[in-house]
Structure formats: structure tokens, C-alpha cells
């Protein structure tokens, strides 16, 4: 058996390999991208939940955005005071307090409150079902109750009864990931000491809201009467209270003739 036969092929191509590596090990030198180390750091002292309440599409992505200057230390809603202490070390400034704040759903429009225009029997999906004349509620503005910002809450902190989505305020970390995915925008993202709010975003006037809904805004005024500070407004035909001004006085509450303002506490 001639041994140069066999040699020679294994010799050549070992040749090669061995050529090429060095010439991919030169080129990955040159054309390496510098890593930013404070990527990682950052990333380590997010939650690692990629729930997208940041904006972004992952903590990996908003680690690189903080590094980068494009976004404050403050940008993960999740994170909480300690978490922005160690990201503000790693960025080498001075660390801020933020407010922890809580989804809530403005709505009160369950299966025995609200009524329905027609039987949807499409996709299970509140979006979809948005598109099909506006969704099977007779209240444009309520929650047709299929659950998709359950789906979206990766804390687990929602629960769908009676049609209406329930939220855990002591699971719920205020990322807004449930806001983001609502076609009717009902959730709402306010501070955890935030108290009496309008369960209700109907702009429709008052007769045309209590054909939908028994416990829907009707615009009535009372409520901002009954308010001494100041706190609450009435625009396109919707109370609003503005939480930084309300003194958790409770008068709003009691006298509202529809029961559509609620104490959060």
C-alpha cells in the first residue's frame, strides 16, 4: 500500500484547517467589537423578567440602552430601590428614588354591569375582538374581558372574574406590560399611594353611558363639587382624580350616584 497516498490528502487538508484557523483568529482580533462591561452589570441588577414594561424587548436590550446614556438608571419600572442603587454604581452617578406604582383597571364592566350588543363567538382576543364593530360591549370605551393583559403579566399578579381582570396589588410591580397590550386602554399605571380613583373611561355623555353600564362615569359634576382641593376635573364628560392632589377624603366616594369612584387602598 503506497503510505504517500494517504498521507498527503490528510497532510493537505490538515494544512488548510490549520490556515484558516489563524486567519479566522486574526480577523476575529481586527474586527472584534469593544464589549462594554457595564452591560452586564446593569443587566445583572435588572429582574430578568423581559416584560417589556421598560419599552424595550428584553433586559438585555435596556441593560445596553442604560450603558449607552439613551436611558436613565430608572428606566426598568420593576426594579426596586436597591436594584436602581447598585445600577446607579455601576453607571458612576448619583442614585434617584423613585415612586413604586401599581396597574389598575378602570372599569367596572363584568358580565352583570355591563351589557352586550351582540354575541361574539370570533378569536378569544380583546383586540380582535375590538376590530368586529367596535367589540360585542354597548360600551365603546369598556373591557370586552378576554384576558390578554393576563396573558402579558409575567408576575402572575392578574385574574380574570366575571369578564373583568383583577389585579394582585401585592403581586403587581407596575411594569405596564398589561397597559401596553389593552385596545381599549382601561389600565392605568399610578402610585401605590394613590386612593380614590373613577373606575370608568367612558367620554360619552351621561344618558348614553347608563344604556351600557350601571356604574359608568355619567359626568355628573358632583363628585368635583363635593372635592375641597381641587383634585378632581371633568373633561369630555369623565371625572378625573389627579392623585397628587387628593387627600383621600373619601367625599367623592359617597356621593358619586353611580358608585364609579372606588378607594384603591
Same mark, same amino acid.
Given at each position: ?11 493537505? !487538508? ?72 447598585? !445600577? ?97 386602554? !382601561? ?79
Amino acid at each position: 500500500m503506497d503510505i504517500s497516498a494517504i498521507m498527503y490528502p490528510i497532510l493537505s !487538508i490538515g494544512g488548510m484547517g490549520l490556515l484558516f484557523g489563524v486567519g479566522l483568529g486574526i480577523a476575529a482580533k481586527k474586527f472584534a467589537v469593544p464589549v462594554d462591561e457595564r452591560v452586564e452589570n446593569v443587566k445583572e441588577n435588572l429582574p430578568g423578567a423581559n416584560c417589556g414594561g421598560c419599552g424595550f424587548a428584553g433586559c438585555e436590550a435596556l441593560a445596553k440602552s442604560i450603558a449607552s446614556g439613551e436611558s436613565k438608571i430608572t428606566a426598568c419600572p420593576v426594579c426596586n430601590q436597591s436594584q436602581i442603587d447598585a !445600577i446607579a454604581k455601576v453607571m458612576g452617578v448619583e442614585a434617584s428614588t423613585t415612586e413604586k406604582c401599581r396597574a389598575v383597571v378602570r372599569c367596572q364592566g363584568t358580565h352583570a354591569n355591563a351589557k352586550s350588543k351582540y354575541e361574539y363567538v370570533g378569536l378569544q382576543s380583546c383586540r380582535d375582538a375590538n376590530l368586529v364593530g367596535g367589540g360585542h360591549k354597548v360600551c365603546q370605551y369598556g373591557c370586552l374581558g378576554f384576558g390578554e393583559c393576563k396573558t402579558a403579566c409575567a408576575f402572575g399578579a392578574i385574574t380574570m372574574e366575571n369578564g373583568l381582570p383583577i389585579i394582585n396589588p401585592k403581586k403587581c410591580v407596575g411594569c405596564g406590560a398589561c397597559k401596553n397590550v389593552c385596545p381599549r386602554s !382601561i389600565i392605568t399605571i399610578l402610585p401605590i399611594t394613590a386612593s380614590y380613583q373613577v373606575h370608568c373611561v367612558s367620554k360619552d355623555k351621561g344618558k348614553e353611558v347608563k344604556v351600557g353600564c350601571d356604574v359608568g362615569c355619567i359626568g355628573c359634576g358632583i363628585c368635583a363639587k363635593q372635592c375641597a382641593v381641587g383634585a378632581i376635573t371633568i373633561t369630555n364628560n369623565l371625572a378625573e382624580i389627579d392623585p397628587e392632589k387628593c387627600v383621600h377624603c373619601g367625599k367623592c366616594e359617597s356621593k358619586c350616584p353611580t358608585n364609579a369612584i372606588l378607594n384603591l387602598l
